[in-house]
């Protein structure tokens, strides 16, 4: 039985019919087009482009062409386009080892979207080579869908059309870079269709539709915003925006008007510089079970372990990391309160208690981060942090000073500033992170995740815009004066009014309007997606 479970784990996600049918429909254009659906599923895209080429008068021969790996899809396939009285040939086989005999006027589809985790063995193998002989080389970090769209476009005429729908990490994660580059390289002309709404029902991945065509190269790509798939029929008389992107950066600027990132480009160049130039950025210590080695302070009492068995920690997760500083009171208020603020961490020998805690563990040190280390029961802790980083957020990734002077673990960043920064970062930094110019560039360096979360991988935390050390220096006494008034404003949770007071400070009198508009946009995105899957 094809099974939900079954399906996701081959990546297949049947794609909404006016989906399939938008895209098919813009790339079927002749009655004398041939079409190719890789992947093919249940014929979603080969239907609606038979329908398609009736229209414009095909003779009556074979122009739909399908492979797809899963037999009884295949199966189905055939049965559902012979029902509608369309000639198709169907293959059975992995698309990958498709080597084209003939080219096809149109390749339409939704590619198998299996992330890099679970996209391994033979079949990434086989992708990685068809993507080289591309000229791509992708990342081992690459999920299914990056290659299958390079060896798609080998399957397409000179002047033939690419309609797919594909992951939005198209636009920002690192790996799609070589995917971006090549799509820019090959067509004469590449527009994007992204959506305000989550459009594949139950799937928290958001999608983007690459509308490609022609060859030769461009310079820039279009795109075009549209509320849902019930919306999509006005896009082709819609105004579309062009982008130039820089070599390898991120298409996520895309999404802004060009106005606003013209004046965040010129701000960032003048007054900010990247979170590495502060200093370095690390995740924290992974457990391998934070149950077991996490503790309350009543867990740690009842098990009888001594403050040598112990070290503090900052609680997992980052929900308590909500102002700008975290104290030692604050973490003696997180432990009165239930949180898991101990680490079992015996620092030298275990006292008798630590052992018998230690011989509790057994189906503990089996686990794979445990068993691979010697003993498994010390935890690799990192250096104990000047600020904390979070780096998943539903609003922003916040700066924390940590004053209480406790480890984190991998639920949070560690950023210990370079010494000749040390007082200014540890007491200012968390305080000017706070304006819109960051707020924005959170936006336009980090990725949109499920649920509408907004996050940073570490390299992209590296390049996060804070003002620069002049910047702040120059400053530091009016954000030192500005300190309560901020950490009222956080504690209501109203980051505009936080930021309106850290604005003016830092950047005087600039126009900041179209900056905070700009990152009312992006946000916006994510919190209608949060909405939309009812997070």
Not at 93 to 101: A, I, L, M, S, V
Not at 154 to 171: I, K, M, N, Q
Not at 282 to 293: D, E, K, Q, W
Request: hydrophobic residues 40%.
């Amino acid at each position: 039985m094809d099974t939900d479970a079954a399906r996701k784990a081959r990546g297949a996600f049947f794609t909404p019919p006016k989906i399939a049918e938008f895209l098919s429909t813009w790339a079927v254009r002749a009655p004398g087009d041939t079409v190719l659906e890789p992947s093919c599923g249940e014929a979603a895209f080969l239907l609606p482009a038979g329908r398609k080429l009736r229209e414009l008068g095909a003779e009556d021969h074979c122009l739909l062409f399908g492979a797809e790996l899963h037999p009884p899809s295949a199966t189905r396939a055939r049965d559902l386009l012979a029902a509608e009285g369309l000639k198709a040939e169907i293959t059975t086989g992995d698309f990958f080892t498709f080597h084209p005999e003939c080219k096809y006027s149109v390749v339409v589809g939704n590619p198998p979207f299996i992330r890099y985790q679970d996209f391994t063995g033979e079949a990434r193998a086989r992708s990685a080579e068809a993507a080289l002989a591309q000229g791509v080389r992708l990342s081992g970090l690459a999920s299914s869908w990056a290659a299958f769209v390079v060896h798609a476009a080998l399957h397409l005429e000179e002047h033939g059309r690419l309609a797919l729908v594909l992951p939005a990490e198209l636009l920002s994660v690192k790996y799609a870079s070589e995917v971006r580059s090549f799509l820019l390289r090959r067509f004469a002309s590449v527009r994007l269709v992204l959506f305000e709404e989550r459009v594949f029902p139950g799937v928290q991945e958001d999608v983007v539709l690459l509308l490609a065509e022609g060859s030769g190269g461009a310079d820039c790509f279009e795109v075009h915003q549209t509320r849902n798939a019930d919306t999509l029929r006005s896009a082709e008389a819609a105004e579309w925006t062009w982008h130039t992107p820089q070599a390898s950066a991120k298409w996520t600027p895309a999404l802004l008007a060009e106005r606003a990132f013209e004046n965040y480009e010129d701000l960032v160049a003048r007054l900010c510089e990247p979170l590495s130039h502060w200093g370095s950025t690390y995740l924290g210590a992974v457990t391998g079970n934070n149950r077991y080695f996490t503790l309350t302070a009543a867990e740690a009492a009842a098990a009888g372990l001594l403050k040598e068995d112990l070290e503090r920690i900052s609680p997992p997760g980052s929900r308590h990391l909500r102002g700008l500083t975290f104290t030692e009171q604050a973490w003696k208020s997180q432990m009165r309160e239930g949180a898991r603020g101990y680490l079992f961490y015996p620092h030298a020998e275990p006292s008798g208690s630590g052992q018998e805690y230690i011989e509790s563990g057994s189906q503990v040190a089996k686990a794979y981060k445990c068993r691979v280390r010697k003993p498994w029961w010390r935890v690799p802790l990192v250096r104990k942090p000047d600020l904390f980083l979070t780096y998943m957020d539903h609003e922003r990734p916040r700066l924390i000073e940590n004053a209480a002077g406790v480890h984190i673990l991998n639920s949070v960043y560690g950023v210990t500033l370079h010494a000749d920064r040390y007082e200014t970062g540890r007491k200012l930094l968390p305080l000017a992170a706070i304006n819109s110019v960051t707020l924005l560039g959170a936006e336009v360096v980090g990725r949109a995740y499920g649920g509408g979360l907004l996050k940073l991988e570490p390299r992209e935390a590296d390049t996060l815009p804070l003002p620069s050390l002049a910047c702040v220096t120059e400053n530091a006494d009016k954000l030192s004066t500005a300190r309560t008034q901020l950490s009222n404003a956080l504690r209501k949770g109203d980051l505009r009014k936080a930021a309106s007071v850290v604005d003016p400070i830092l950047f005087g009198d600039e126009n900041l309007e179209p900056i905070r508009e700009a990152r009312e946009v992006l946000f916006s995105r994510r919190r209608a997606r949060k909405k939309n899957g009812k997070d």
